[in-house]
Protein backbone atom coordinates (compact mmCIF):
# COMPACT_ATOMS: atom_id res chain seq x y z
CA UNK A 1 0.00 0.00 0.00
CA UNK A 2 3.01 2.44 0.92
CA UNK A 3 5.56 2.75 -1.88
CA UNK A 4 8.99 2.38 -0.43
CA UNK A 5 11.34 5.26 -0.14
CA UNK A 6 15.00 4.83 0.25
CA UNK A 7 16.53 8.44 1.36
CA UNK A 8 20.31 9.35 1.36
CA UNK A 9 21.87 12.09 3.88
CA UNK A 10 25.08 12.60 2.35
CA UNK A 11 25.62 15.06 5.41
CA UNK A 12 28.30 17.45 5.10
CA UNK A 13 30.61 14.58 3.48
CA UNK A 14 31.39 14.73 -0.64
CA UNK A 15 32.32 17.70 -2.59
CA UNK A 16 31.17 18.65 -6.27
CA UNK A 17 33.54 16.38 -8.08
CA UNK A 18 33.10 13.61 -6.12
CA UNK A 19 29.25 13.96 -5.42
CA UNK A 20 28.32 14.26 -9.08
CA UNK A 21 30.79 10.85 -9.68
CA UNK A 22 28.65 9.47 -7.03
CA UNK A 23 25.10 10.77 -8.51
CA UNK A 24 25.72 9.49 -12.04
CA UNK A 25 26.56 6.23 -10.24
CA UNK A 26 23.63 5.86 -8.74
CA UNK A 27 21.53 6.88 -11.76
CA UNK A 28 22.88 4.35 -13.86
CA UNK A 29 22.28 1.46 -11.22
CA UNK A 30 18.65 2.53 -10.18
CA UNK A 31 17.51 3.07 -14.39
CA UNK A 32 16.23 -0.55 -13.02
CA UNK A 33 14.22 0.43 -9.82
CA UNK A 34 10.66 0.98 -10.72
CA UNK A 35 8.84 -0.04 -7.09
CA UNK A 36 10.39 2.14 -4.95
CA UNK A 37 10.76 5.81 -4.53
CA UNK A 38 14.92 7.32 -4.11
CA UNK A 39 15.66 10.33 -2.67
CA UNK A 40 19.30 11.87 -2.12
CA UNK A 41 20.05 15.10 -0.14
CA UNK A 42 23.38 16.52 -1.10
CA UNK A 43 25.06 19.85 0.82
CA UNK A 44 23.74 22.66 -0.80
CA UNK A 45 26.84 23.83 -2.80
CA UNK A 46 26.45 20.07 -4.22
CA UNK A 47 22.87 20.11 -5.53
CA UNK A 48 23.02 21.57 -8.73
CA UNK A 49 25.75 19.61 -10.68
CA UNK A 50 23.91 16.29 -8.69
CA UNK A 51 20.77 17.84 -9.89
CA UNK A 52 22.41 17.48 -13.17
CA UNK A 53 23.74 14.63 -12.89
CA UNK A 54 20.58 12.89 -12.04
CA UNK A 55 18.28 14.14 -14.63
CA UNK A 56 16.48 11.47 -16.43
CA UNK A 57 16.43 8.97 -13.58
CA UNK A 58 14.57 7.83 -11.10
CA UNK A 59 15.96 9.66 -8.42
CA UNK A 60 14.42 13.19 -6.49
CA UNK A 61 16.87 15.59 -5.06
CA UNK A 62 16.59 17.14 -1.60
CA UNK A 63 17.99 19.79 0.72
CA UNK A 64 19.42 19.03 4.10
CA UNK A 65 18.04 22.04 5.76
CA UNK A 66 15.68 25.36 4.68
CA UNK A 67 15.10 28.68 6.47
CA UNK A 68 11.26 29.15 6.82
CA UNK A 69 11.83 33.30 5.23
CA UNK A 70 11.23 33.83 1.92
CA UNK A 71 13.88 35.47 1.51
CA UNK A 72 16.14 38.25 3.55
CA UNK A 73 19.28 38.98 5.38
CA UNK A 74 20.15 35.51 6.40
CA UNK A 75 23.69 35.06 6.14
CA UNK A 76 24.49 31.20 5.10
CA UNK A 77 20.88 30.18 5.08
CA UNK A 78 19.24 28.14 2.23
CA UNK A 79 15.56 29.33 1.14
CA UNK A 80 12.78 27.09 -0.36
CA UNK A 81 13.25 28.87 -3.39
CA UNK A 82 16.65 28.00 -3.95
CA UNK A 83 16.30 24.57 -3.95
CA UNK A 84 13.77 24.47 -5.87
CA UNK A 85 15.02 26.56 -8.43
CA UNK A 86 17.67 23.83 -8.37
CA UNK A 87 15.45 20.61 -8.72
CA UNK A 88 14.60 19.82 -5.26
CA UNK A 89 11.22 18.14 -4.35
CA UNK A 90 12.45 17.13 -1.07
CA UNK A 91 13.86 19.17 2.01
CA UNK A 92 15.09 17.08 5.20
CA UNK A 93 13.54 18.92 7.99
CA UNK A 94 14.64 18.53 11.91
CA UNK A 95 17.22 16.14 11.61
CA UNK A 96 18.78 15.08 14.75
CA UNK A 97 22.18 17.12 14.26
CA UNK A 98 20.50 20.09 13.31
CA UNK A 99 18.57 19.93 16.56
CA UNK A 100 21.12 18.73 18.74
CA UNK A 101 24.36 20.19 16.56
CA UNK A 102 22.87 23.21 16.02
CA UNK A 103 20.34 24.14 18.56
CA UNK A 104 17.13 23.65 16.27
CA UNK A 105 13.69 23.43 18.46
CA UNK A 106 10.52 21.79 17.69
CA UNK A 107 8.82 25.72 17.30
CA UNK A 108 11.80 26.45 14.86
CA UNK A 109 11.63 23.27 12.94
CA UNK A 110 7.32 23.49 12.74
CA UNK A 111 8.08 26.59 10.92
CA UNK A 112 10.22 25.54 8.10
CA UNK A 113 7.76 22.53 7.43
CA UNK A 114 4.74 25.25 7.15
CA UNK A 115 6.80 27.09 5.09
CA UNK A 116 8.13 24.24 2.68
CA UNK A 117 4.58 23.16 2.44
CA UNK A 118 3.43 26.32 1.16
CA UNK A 119 6.28 26.49 -1.27
CA UNK A 120 6.06 22.84 -2.77
CA UNK A 121 8.70 21.24 -1.13
CA UNK A 122 7.63 17.91 0.30
CA UNK A 123 9.42 17.84 3.89
CA UNK A 124 10.87 14.89 5.36
CA UNK A 125 10.58 15.69 9.74
CA UNK A 126 12.91 13.68 11.38
CA UNK A 127 12.20 12.63 14.61
CA UNK A 128 13.82 10.35 17.64
CA UNK A 129 15.30 10.29 21.22
CA UNK A 130 18.28 10.79 22.88
CA UNK A 131 20.19 7.80 24.47
CA UNK A 132 19.11 9.01 27.70
CA UNK A 133 15.61 9.87 27.03
CA UNK A 134 15.71 6.37 26.24
CA UNK A 135 16.89 4.88 28.99
CA UNK A 136 14.86 6.95 30.93
CA UNK A 137 11.81 5.07 29.28
CA UNK A 138 10.74 8.41 27.29
CA UNK A 139 11.16 7.34 24.06
CA UNK A 140 7.38 8.06 23.72
CA UNK A 141 7.16 11.12 25.50
CA UNK A 142 9.87 12.32 23.22
CA UNK A 143 8.78 11.55 19.63
CA UNK A 144 5.25 12.61 20.46
CA UNK A 145 6.27 16.14 21.12
CA UNK A 146 8.33 15.98 18.16
CA UNK A 147 5.60 14.98 15.49
CA UNK A 148 3.16 16.94 17.61
CA UNK A 149 4.93 20.23 17.57
CA UNK A 150 6.25 19.68 14.31
CA UNK A 151 2.83 19.22 12.45
CA UNK A 152 1.51 21.62 13.81
CA UNK A 153 -0.99 23.73 12.09
CA UNK A 154 -0.11 21.62 8.82
CA UNK A 155 -3.95 20.11 7.73
CA UNK A 156 -2.78 17.80 5.22
CA UNK A 157 -0.30 15.03 5.28
CA UNK A 158 -0.23 13.78 1.99
CA UNK A 159 3.17 15.89 1.39
CA UNK A 160 5.34 14.78 4.80
CA UNK A 161 7.52 11.63 5.33
CA UNK A 162 8.23 11.47 9.04
CA UNK A 163 11.72 9.54 9.37
CA UNK A 164 12.37 7.91 12.85
CA UNK A 165 15.84 8.53 13.70
CA UNK A 166 16.59 7.41 16.87
CA UNK A 167 19.63 9.74 17.80
CA UNK A 168 21.84 6.77 19.56
CA UNK A 169 21.54 5.12 16.50
CA UNK A 170 23.12 7.73 14.24
CA UNK A 171 26.56 7.10 12.62
CA UNK A 172 27.20 4.74 15.90
CA UNK A 173 27.08 1.25 13.71
CA UNK A 174 24.03 0.57 16.96
CA UNK A 175 20.78 0.05 14.81
CA UNK A 176 17.48 -0.37 16.57
CA UNK A 177 16.55 -3.38 15.97
CA UNK A 178 13.72 -4.15 13.93
CA UNK A 179 11.35 -4.79 17.05
CA UNK A 180 12.17 -1.21 18.49
CA UNK A 181 12.13 0.55 15.48
CA UNK A 182 8.39 -0.96 14.76
CA UNK A 183 7.69 -0.51 18.17
CA UNK A 184 8.17 3.39 17.94
CA UNK A 185 6.93 3.38 14.28
CA UNK A 186 3.51 2.08 14.89
CA UNK A 187 3.14 4.75 17.98
CA UNK A 188 4.18 7.88 15.90
CA UNK A 189 1.47 6.37 13.33
CA UNK A 190 -0.89 6.13 16.18
CA UNK A 191 -0.40 9.72 17.42
CA UNK A 192 -0.85 10.82 13.65
CA UNK A 193 -4.09 8.64 13.51
CA UNK A 194 -5.12 10.29 16.97
CA UNK A 195 -4.30 13.98 15.79
CA UNK A 196 -5.89 13.24 11.82
CA UNK A 197 -7.57 10.24 10.80
CA UNK A 198 -6.91 6.24 10.34
CA UNK A 199 -6.77 7.03 6.51
CA UNK A 200 -4.42 9.65 6.69
CA UNK A 201 -1.91 8.10 9.16
CA UNK A 202 -2.22 4.38 6.85
CA UNK A 203 -0.98 6.72 3.99
CA UNK A 204 2.34 8.34 5.50
CA UNK A 205 5.43 6.87 5.22
CA UNK A 206 7.60 6.83 8.03
CA UNK A 207 11.19 5.59 7.14
CA UNK A 208 13.97 4.55 9.89
CA UNK A 209 17.24 5.53 9.99
CA UNK A 210 20.64 5.43 12.03
CA UNK A 211 22.98 2.86 11.06
CA UNK A 212 20.81 1.44 8.13
CA UNK A 213 23.10 -1.28 5.92
CA UNK A 214 22.77 -3.43 3.42
CA UNK A 215 22.80 -5.84 6.05
CA UNK A 216 20.14 -5.05 8.45
CA UNK A 217 17.70 -3.21 5.65
CA UNK A 218 16.15 -6.42 5.17
CA UNK A 219 14.50 -7.09 8.54
CA UNK A 220 13.96 -3.53 8.88
CA UNK A 221 11.35 -3.39 5.94
CA UNK A 222 10.20 -6.58 7.11
CA UNK A 223 8.01 -4.65 9.76
CA UNK A 224 4.71 -3.31 8.97
CA UNK A 225 5.46 -0.09 9.86
CA UNK A 226 8.82 0.48 8.11
CA UNK A 227 8.27 2.51 5.32
CA UNK A 228 11.89 3.05 3.69
CA UNK A 229 14.77 4.39 5.28
CA UNK A 230 16.92 7.54 5.73
CA UNK A 231 20.93 6.55 5.02
CA UNK A 232 23.93 8.07 6.22
CA UNK A 233 27.06 6.50 6.35
CA UNK A 234 25.97 4.28 3.97
CA UNK A 235 25.09 6.02 1.17
CA UNK A 236 28.20 7.64 0.44
CA UNK A 237 29.15 4.52 -1.39
CA UNK A 238 27.15 3.87 -5.21
CA UNK A 239 27.54 0.04 -4.13
CA UNK A 240 26.55 0.08 -0.77
CA UNK A 241 23.54 2.69 -1.37
CA UNK A 242 22.41 0.43 -4.52
CA UNK A 243 22.34 -2.38 -1.83
CA UNK A 244 19.95 -0.73 0.64
CA UNK A 245 17.77 0.34 -2.30
CA UNK A 246 17.44 -3.23 -3.85
CA UNK A 247 16.53 -4.30 0.26
CA UNK A 248 14.57 -7.71 -1.89
P1 LIG B 1 23.75 6.99 9.57
O1 LIG B 1 22.97 8.42 9.50
O2 LIG B 1 23.11 6.10 8.55
O3 LIG B 1 25.19 7.33 9.22
O4 LIG B 1 23.58 6.50 10.95
C1 LIG B 1 21.58 8.48 9.35
C2 LIG B 1 21.13 9.92 9.37
O5 LIG B 1 21.68 10.72 10.13
O6 LIG B 1 20.20 10.32 8.63
Redesign the pocket.
Known sequence: MRRALIAA?W?MFLNRESGTQLAMALAKKTADVEDRDILICPAAPLLSDVSAAIQGSRIQLGGQNMYFEKEGAFTGEVSADMLLSVGCTHVLLG???RRHVFGEDDTLINKKVLFALESGLKPVL?VGELLEEREAGNTEKVVHRQVVKGLENVDALAQITI?Y?PVW????GKTATPEDAETVQAYIRKTVADIYSTDIADNLRILY????KPDNIGGLMAKGNVDGA??????LKADSFYDIIRFT
Request: proline content about 0%; some cysteine; glycine content about 22%.
Open positions: NKHSECAEAIGTGGSVLVGGAS
